[in-house]
């Protein structure tokens, strides 16, 4: 009788890791890596069972000082082994965007990061190393991984835009059209040539993404822009916290006037009408956000309660009328 076969079995070579991921629960066994012989006692128990063998458990099986030596045994034994890169890439929680202090990166902005991996680990194994692939796979590079020998491919993130299930049609014609043929190696020329041009593919390289604060600034001087340029006088109060915004305001907007209404942080704290300054929170301006103060203002109106509101009016309808 044959014996049962499995698709894959997983086999621990180590359980040290380099990271500490939050949804991966501590150990409490000692560090260890697996030893040559023990390794070699492993493949002849598993090999009537399974054609593939999956170093991933605990551990970070790349780790392991004897990994070329062991992935040679097994070679020669039968038994097959493949690297899955990358279906996430945890980055640090610096903005608080989320309440906790590691998040995931994934999609096409993964895929600069993840082709990189790609080409260092076929390099160091000089092909021979089957990889899987996820990391910001799309329509767009999908062709050209597959031309480099790196598949299987697994796609997630491409399906959560608009039209996202209608594109994995695009994508399973785009392969059909491409010869097959089984695997033989890593085209390790392709891989780094592949990830030299996601450097520069404007696909993955962008400018860096402005902050909501920046970005609503910017679309009150745009808005202001469009109604002065109908002949429409616009007066548009807005915490102006960047230099850049208010240098485009000044040239673009028609008749652009600045006034930096200037209170005190003493000021502010004693009026503090919503709590906010008391309380010391992160996002209000001047407190835990940085601001960059206006230094070309064409007026200047003290807020510190020196003056009542009816004089600022006055001053502001002055240096109107003498043009200030």
């Known amino acids: ?3 049962l076969r499995f698709k894959k079995i997983y ?15 501590p150990g409490r066994r000692p560090p260890a890596f697996m030893g040559r012989e023990e390794y070699l006692r ?6 009537p069972y399974t054609q593939y063998l999956y170093f991933h458990v605990k551990g970070e099986p790349l780790l392991h000082p004897l990994l070329p030596e062991f992935l040679a045994l097994a070679g020669e034994r039968g038994l097959e082994f493949g690297l899955k890169l990358s279906n996430t890439f945890p980055v640090e ?3 608080k965007e989320l309440p906790a202090e590691e998040m995931y990166m994934a999609g096409k902005s993964l895929f600069p990061l993840t082709i990189e991996m790609a080409r260092r680990v076929s390099r160091d194994f000089d092909g021979r190393l089957r990889l899987s692939y996820s990391g910001g796979a799309d329509y767009f590079n999908i062709d050209r991984l597959f031309q480099c020998g ?12 608009p039209g996202g299930y209608q594109r994995f049609t695009q994508i399973a014609e785009k392969l059909e059209a491409l010869p097959f043929a089984p695997f033989t190696r890593v085209d390790t020329a392709g891989v780094e040539a592949l990830a030299l041009a996601a450097r520069r593919d404007p696909l993955h390289v962008k400018a860096v993404k402005p902050l909501p604060r920046r970005k609503l600034a910017e679309s009150y001087g745009r808005l202001c822009a469009l109604l002065s340029n109908q002949g429409v006088t616009v007066v548009c109060c807005t915490i102006s916290m960047f230099h850049s915004v208010r240098a485009w305001n000044r040239a673009n907007i028609p008749g652009y006037y600045e006034v930096y209404l200037e209170a005190s942080m003493d ?10 300054y008391s309380r010391n929170a992160d996002n209000v301006a001047g407190v835990g956000l940085q601001v960059e103060l206006p230094d070309t203002a064409d007026l200047i109106l003290d807020n510190n309660g020196q003056s009542t509101p009816e004089e600022q009016v006055a001053l502001l309808c002055w240096a109107a009328k003498e043009g200030v």
Do not use: H
Not at 268 to 276: F, I, M, N, T, V
């Open 1 to 3: 009788m044959e014996p």
């Open 11 to 25: 086999l621990e070579i180590t359980n040290v890791c380099n990271l500490r991921c939050p949804f991966c629960p």
């Open 42 to 47: 492993a493949l002849e128990q598993l090999r």
């Open 93 to 95: 929680v610096k903005n």
């Open 150 to 161: 790196v598949w299987p491919v697994t796609m997630a993130t491409t399906a959560l835009k």
């Open 267 to 276: 000021t502010l704290r004693r009026r503090d009408q919503k709590g906010l």
